[in-house]
């Protein structure tokens, strides 16, 4: 696969218009104006900005350590992420010209080689700038064969998963360091009662808080939230005969149901899932951290699908839904839930939470929808394919400005994503 273009042109190395510069950055995922050594952000006007952002970092430190160890671990993870695109793309040989935490302005930035590195104003994210990501990226004739697009499949299929490939190994890293430590919880059978409603029904029945029940009507279950379900599958007034662990020891429980405000089934019980802890050497630590990954990114890839349904959005935001497994939410909603998390479990509880947190955005970044990552790598896949059909002797490169609508509605349904979760976040905290 010699051949560069056959009956496809590359577009001619002049500017951009200010709408194909905004398509281009929209499909590339950043910034593609690149800037001359006068034009860097340096000096005191880009020393009061960086030191403003430490001072936040030190304030939020003070005022909230667990959130502040959040954020950090939150914006480490990103650095990574494009240090994985960039490691790869300068490994396979393309020309990266931008690496920058954060979008937006220019608050810090200095050269080194060819590439510019810094920090910009709004922290929502970072990206590292490949030239020639596609046919309506400007690149200099000299640089044509350094740009993305004219790479091998292989190469580009890499670089593309190169950010996501890093969210999973250091999902791997932090749940190996938790497990050799401080040992692996594990989901155990039942749910442990531990509030009762004053005069309820499972008052009066003889529950006792510190009881594990482990089935309802001998249907066994895992977890608080199945025991709710199984509650509410019956109706107010039945009978049910609860399975209960106490010191160790089996009994039945008959449990006559009240009602709620709603009508619903009611036991009157404050229950959580059951753990127990089991200790690793560090080469079972590290086995079971490779392993866990699998069944963190069926349930991540469950959960992404969930969430970015349009109706259940709606729905949340309408208070029809209150299904937390398909709520949209924010960092703002995630780093409320590390302050609790960090004050329940401490330092292991909050490395599992940003263990968790990358698996799902590694996952989420690799659906094939632009611009994010795994819509380039789809992209990719299909003209690997177009390439085939053609006996795989001539190179095909797709054009992207076509997939433009389809890119806008992506970004449109994640900016409700956002605001609805952002909404969610601040009147119904999790």
């Excluded at 009602?259 to 036991?267: P, R």
């Amino acid at each position: 696969m010699t051949e560069q273009l056959t009956d496809q042109e590359l577009p001619p190395p002049n500017a951009m218009s200010r709408a194909d510069k905004i398509r281009s950055e929209i499909v590339a995922g950043g910034a593609v104006r690149e800037n001359s050594d006068d034009e860097l952000a340096g000096g005191w006007r880009g020393a009061l900005p960086m030191l403003a952002i430490l001072g936040l970092f030190a304030w939020l430190a003070f005022a909230n350590f667990w959130i502040f160890v959040f954020v950090v671990g939150v914006v480490i993870s990103i650095f990574l992420h494009e240090l994985g695109h960039f490691l790869t793309a300068r490994w396979t040989g393309m020309k990266v010209t931008q690496f920058f935490l954060f979008f937006g302005p220019r608050l810090w930035s200095f050269r080194r080689g060819e590439t510019e590195y810094g920090v910009r104003a709004l922290p929502l994210g970072a990206f590292v700038r490949i030239v020639g990501m596609n046919r309506m990226d400007d690149v200099d004739d000299g640089d044509e064969g350094r740009a993305y697009r004219q790479q091998s499949f292989p190469k580009r299929l890499l670089v593309i998963s190169a950010g996501s490939i890093m969210h999973i190994i250091i999902a791997i890293v932090l749940l190996f360091g938790v497990y050799a430590v401080a040992g692996e919880e594990v989901v155990r059978d039942g749910a442990q009662i531990r509030e009762l409603s004053l005069n309820g029904p499972a008052s009066e029945a003889g529950v006792l808080p510190g009881d594990i029940v482990v089935s309802v009507d001998g249907e066994r279950f895992t977890g608080a939230r199945e025991l709710g379900e199984l509650i509410r599958a019956n109706e107010p007034q039945d009978v049910v005969v609860l399975g209960v662990l106490r010191d160790g020891e089996p009994i039945e429980i008959p449990l006559a149901l009240g009602a709620n405000e709603a009508g619903d089934a009611l036991a009157g019980i404050t229950s959580s899932t059951v753990f127990e802890t089991i200790d690793h050497s560090v080469p079972a630590a590290a086995g079971n951290a490779v392993t866990d990954i699998f069944p963190f990114t069926w349930e991540s890839t469950k959960g992404v699908v969930k969430v970015l349904n349009p109706v259940s959005i709606i729905s949340h935001v309408s208070g029809t839904n209150d299904d937390l497994s398909s709520r949209p939410t924010t960092l703002y909603g995630v780093a409320q839930i590390s302050d609790d998390v960090g004050d329940a479990s401490g330092w292991a509880g909050m490395l599992l939470l940003l263990a968790v947190l990358n698996v799902f955005v590694g996952v989420f970044n690799m659906f094939p929808l632009l611009p994010l990552d795994g819509g380039h790598a789809a992209i990719a896949a299909y003209e690997r394919v177009r390439e085939a059909l053609r006996g795989g002797t001539q190179r095909y490169f797709a054009d992207v400005e076509r997939l433009m609508p389809f890119a806008i509605g992506v970004i449109t349904v994640l900016m409700m994503l956002m605001f609805a979760g952002l909404y969610l976040d601040i009147s119904k905290p999790l």
